[in-house]
């Protein structure tokens, strides 16, 4: 679940007790890291009388099937976007933005799109955004933490799976988490800048979401996170965007020009049927597809501009070799070393981090 006490709180499915359980000794010295999300091998397992809590050792961290980032989850099997449909007003490109970034982030992952603050519009507003995001192939869940509609719906995604909350700062991901969890108490309504250095924002921790009535449908896992700023967002290849847009991709692919990018080409076959694609979220590609040059020009100027000294020859001795340039750290993929430290000293930054939330 989550750091504490210089270990960490582990949930037992088979025992449903939550134990405080320290690291083999071993593990630390491996380096192996580990997060919110991870499955574990547990020894010496001891309960109190009341049967809910105990203690254990962390004998060995299983294999992940995926990794966030930002903060840490790992074995994340779904992301739900939040966003409000007003107060914030509802914001189409950021939500696309969303959604591109995560499904590069964690490809094969579902997605979905919750829109919150329904109190506040009607029934045309919010049948209008379901149906651009379903004709996108993304289900969308009309939420109001303040009257509870669609929260049974929510509870019901969650069940049995790990979920992460991601989305603007003030769209209610901490009172739909309240409400899901009435035990949480999770701070609402903090503006932006008191957020910088808050502990939250970077913690790895899993909420527990308690099953429905009649535990007809068992606990779920949730994460809150402190959502992405622009510069965070990752981006695709140009040509790679339309494939991250369903409703457009049909049409791209009977596109007989193999390298548009359905911008503005005549004959285009996406543009012959721009009518069918919702207005907001072909601007949103077409946004997108305009960032993603802008990323790709930077990363190929940032390349040429490096000195002889930064030049590796491939094939032949040097100077009869072909070549290349050396990337710049920021534009190489990090080395699956290089990966293995930052993790370590991510993990060590947060031993020194004294667990403050005891
Ligand atoms: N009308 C209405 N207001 C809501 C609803 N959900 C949350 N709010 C209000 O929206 C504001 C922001 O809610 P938070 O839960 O703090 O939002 P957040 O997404 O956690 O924001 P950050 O922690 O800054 O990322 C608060 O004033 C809430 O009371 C809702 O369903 N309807
Ligand atoms: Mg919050
Ligand atoms: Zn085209």
Redesign the pocket.
């Known amino acids: 679940m989550r750091r504490h006490a210089g270990g960490y709180l582990v949930h037992s499915d088979e025992l449903d007790a939550v134990l405080q359980c320290p690291v083999r000794a071993r593990l630390k010295k491996e380096g192996t890291s580990i997060f919110a999300g991870d499955r574990v091998d547990l020894d010496e397992v001891e309960l109190t009388d009341n049967k809910e809590r105990g203690s254990a050792v962390i004998a060995a961290r299983l294999d992940r099937q995926n990794l966030l980032t930002r903060p840490y989850i790992a074995n994340v099997d779904q992301v739900i976007i939040?966003q409000?449909i007003h107060?914030p007003e509802f914001n189409s490109l950021l939500c696309d933005r969303y959604l591109v970034h995560l499904q590069l982030e964690l490809p094969a992952v579902r997605t979905f799109v919750c829109v919150?603050?329904?109190?506040?519009a009607t029934d045309e507003e919010i049948s209008a955004l379901r149906n651009i995001y379903e004709s996108a192939g993304h289900s969308m869940i009309a939420?109001?933490?303040?009257?509870g509609l669609g929260m049974e719906e929510l509870r019901r995604q969650l069940a049995g799976n790990r979920s992460v909350l991601t989305?603007?700062?003030?769209?209610?991901?901490?009172?739909?988490l309240n409400v899901l969890n009435p035990e949480l108490h999770?701070?609402?309504?903090?503006h932006?800048e008191l957020?910088v250095g808050r502990h939250t924002t970077s913690a790895s921790e899993l909420y527990q979401v308690p099953a429905d009535h009649g535990h007809e449908i068992g606990p779920g896992w949730i994460a809150?996170t402190?959502?992405y700023s622009l510069d965070q967002l990752r981006h695709p290849e140009p040509a790679e965007v339309a494939w991250q847009f369903p409703e457009l991709a049909q049409f791209a692919e009977e596109c007989k020009f193999s390298d548009c990018l359905h911008l503005a080409e005549q004959n285009c076959n996406v543009l012959a049927h721009v009518e069918r694609i919702p207005k907001s979220r072909y601007e949103s590609y077409c946004t997108i597809v305009a960032e993603a040059q802008q990323e790709r020009k930077f990363r190929q100027e940032t390349s040429q501009k490096v000195d002889a000294g930064a030049v590796k020859y491939v094939g032949g001795e040097q100077g009869r070799g072909k070549a290349i340039p050396k990337l710049s750290n920021r534009h190489r993929a990090p080395s699956r070393r290089k990966e293995k430290q930052q993790l370590h000293d991510y993990d060590r930054a947060e031993d020194a981090d004294l667990d403050d939330d005891e």
């Open positions: 939040v409000a107060q919150n603050k329904c109190d506040l939420l109001s933490a303040k009257t989305g603007p700062s003030g769209v209610g991901k901490s009172s739909i999770l701070k609402v309504d903090v932006e957020l809150d402190p959502g």
